[in-house]
């Protein structure tokens, strides 16, 4: 009995093959349809299978591949292809199975069309034999949200499902959580940000993954709905709120703007502020690190120029300054290095730090 199948695959095969060549005249194609993996089923219990359409083409001529289809699951969802001479092309592709569904162990004839300039062909293919397909179980879980922690700059905690959340524009704040599924699944996510107001949608995550990390731009009222999805089962969301204010748009100097600055060198660490004078080695580099906070929702920028301090000329000038600033000093002598912070377009009053060259 066995023989026989094996023969009678054959035997398709070949007439498959000659009718290409004599319909067509397009020398020897090639068409096998296999390695099916289950995928599961779908939401109507139809399985899902996942296979591969291998297409050879000998020396004959070019010709593209139109339509794929199974005599009662209809159409499979492929691109056109087009195949020149002397070539093999594996082809993945995704079946759903209609009843009467494929036995497990059982094959199914499939039905090609290609053409060839304009000369339409048709062909029938018998697949290989198909694995057993049962249900992965994959559910929504009732419980399947596990506890949120939620971080706000650093700082974190353990929220749920609801939480309303008060934010700045200058607060960053992470979520990080997971749902659980029932079945031998993971759960993939998809995500909405939207105005509570108004309901315009702010921003679409499809996908969306944790950790969600976000900076809100502008105050207002926003809700943020993470739905996860268990095979083809979109399960319960999770909703969060988020109330923004205190977002300054503008960008001013600010009085109390510089921070501390540490000065490392071969000797250890120093604390400096604007106007200090420190002592360092000639030809031993020295680095500077601080910072300047402007007023506003901004981040300063700098220019700092390096001047000789008993004549004023400049040593070098530093157009694009960032911190932490590195300089190894060739020279004794006294220097004074002026950084002047930029907060949006006006530039704030400098900080200068003296550096006693020995």
């Not at 108004?198 to 996908?207: A, H, W, Y």
Request: glycine share 8%.
């Amino acid at each position: 009995m066995k023989k026989f199948l094996l023969l009678t695959v054959a035997a398709l095969l070949a007439v498959a093959h000659i009718s290409a060549q004599q319909d067509c005249n397009c020398g020897s194609i090639k068409f096998l349809i296999g390695q099916w993996k289950c995928q599961g089923k779908n939401a109507s219990g139809y399985p899902v299978y996942s296979g591969v359409l291998n297409v050879g083409n000998g020396p004959g001529c070019t010709f593209k591949l139109q339509q794929f289809m199974q005599q009662v699951g209809g159409d499979v969802s492929i691109a056109p292809l087009t195949v020149p001479p002397n070539t093999v092309v594996n082809v993945p592709f995704t079946f759903t199975d209609h009843p009467p569904f494929i036995g497990a162990g059982n094959t199914a004839h499939f039905i090609l069309v290609f053409t060839r300039g304009d000369k339409k062909c048709k062909i029938e293919i018998q697949s290989d034999k198909f694995p057993p397909c049962t249900d992965t179980g994959c559910k929504c879980n009732p419980a399947g949200w596990g506890a949120v922690v939620a971080s706000i700059n650093g700082v974190s905690k353990t929220v749920k499902c609801g939480y309303q959340f008060g934010l700045t524009c200058a607060d960053t704040i992470s979520l990080k959580s997971i749902y659980k599924c029932i079945g031998n699944c993971e759960a993939k996510y998809v995500a909405v940000l939207k105005n509570a107001v108004t309901g315009v949608v702010i921003q679409n995550f499809s996908p969306f993954s944790f950790p969600w990390n976000y900076k809100f731009t502008t105050p207002g009222t926003y809700t943020l709905e993470i739905t996860p999805i268990c095979g083809d089962n979109k399960c319960t969301p999770c909703r969060f709120s988020f109330t923004v204010k205190n977002c300054d748009t503008a960008c001013d100097c600010n009085p109390n703007g510089w921070s501390k600055f540490e000065l490392s060198t071969a000797t250890g660490i120093k604390t400096l502020a604007c106007g200090d004078k420190v002592a360092v080695k000639k030809g031993s580099p020295a680095k500077l690190n601080g910072k300047y906070t402007c007023k506003g929702n901004c981040a300063a920028r700098y220019t700092a120029v390096l001047r000789n301090n008993a004549t004023g000329a400049v040593v070098q000038t530093f157009p694009a300054f960032s911190f932490p600033f590195a300089y190894n000093f060739p020279a004794a002598g006294i220097f004074r290095l002026e950084i002047t912070p930029i907060c949006g377009n006006k530039k704030c009053p400098p900080c200068v730090i003296y550096f006693v060259v020995q």
